[in-house]
């Protein structure tokens, strides 16, 4: 069975730093890219960030509200990914996702996302 | 960055009734949608991807169409399970992924 669990959530300071996990298990990890996405609480999902394999690179692609603050890495040794989050600011806060991403090459390199974690809650405030 | 739009916001079905559900791109991304259902305290679960393809264990109660600009989600006999909140994902221009802001699926 696939599974995603994320950890490393909770209350911080507008400033401060933090990491997120996301432990997986049930298939070969390190075959796949993973995205980051958050939302905020009853509002939409907002994409963060996406590592490739590193088969296809290992390359990470990140969005304009968190590029240059936030750094997505991968561990396949362990099978876990990880979110490091610096200078959080009080707009962070929101339930962080990550998902596993199944790339298709049939017009263009696409990545969908096919399994998502229970998501762990960030929450920056003084 | 592609702008998606779903409607309506909510949406009040009742149980065995069909539900459809709309998602507009501001430009085309071919068939490269997915729709994802949440369930509140709940991670989002992938429901279709390429417009119309179900994911595995998906029952056939649910359906997409559309290409281009234009999808549809359709739920043809809705059970108790089902009332949650549905997305639309595009994936053909990327980064960002980008989604519709989400329909809300209420019992009437």
């Known amino acids: 069975e696939v599974q995603l669990v994320e950890s490393g959530g909770g209350l911080v300071k507008p400033g401060r730093s933090l990491r997120l996990s996301c432990t997986t298990s049930g298939f070969t990890f390190r075959d796949y890219a993973v995205s980051w996405f958050r939302q905020d609480p009853g509002k939409g999902l907002e994409w963060v960030g996406f590592i490739r394999s590193k088969g296809y690179t290992g390359t990470t692609d990140y969005s304009a509200s968190v590029i240059g603050r936030f750094t997505i890495s991968r561990d396949d040794s362990k099978s876990i990914a990880y979110l490091q989050m610096n200078s959080l600011e009080i707009e962070d806060t929101a339930v962080y996702y990550c998902?596993?991403?199944?790339?298709?090459?049939?017009?263009?390199?696409?990545?969908?996302?096919?399994?998502w974690g229970q998501g762990t809650l960030v929450t920056v405030s003084s | 960055e592609i702008v998606m739009t779903q409607s309506p916001a909510t949406l009040f079905v009742a149980p065995g009734e069909r539900a459809t559900l709309s998602c507009r791109a501001s430009q085309s991304v071919s068939s490269n949608l997915a729709w994802y259902q949440q369930i509140p305290g709940q991670a989002p679960r992938l429901l279709i991807y390429t417009a119309s393809t179900r994911a595995a264990g998906i029952p056939a109660r649910f359906s997409g169409s559309g290409s281009g600009t234009e999808f549809t989600l359709t739920i043809s006999s809705l059970q108790s399970e089902d009332f949650a909140v549905y997305f639309c994902?595009?994936?053909?221009?990327?980064?960002?992924?980008?989604f519709g802001q989400g329909t809300k699926l209420e019992i009437k």
């Open positions: 998902a596993r991403g199944r790339r298709t090459a049939v017009a263009g390199v696409k990545y969908y996302f096919d399994y």
């Open positions: 994902q595009q994936y053909d221009i990327w980064p960002p992924w980008t």
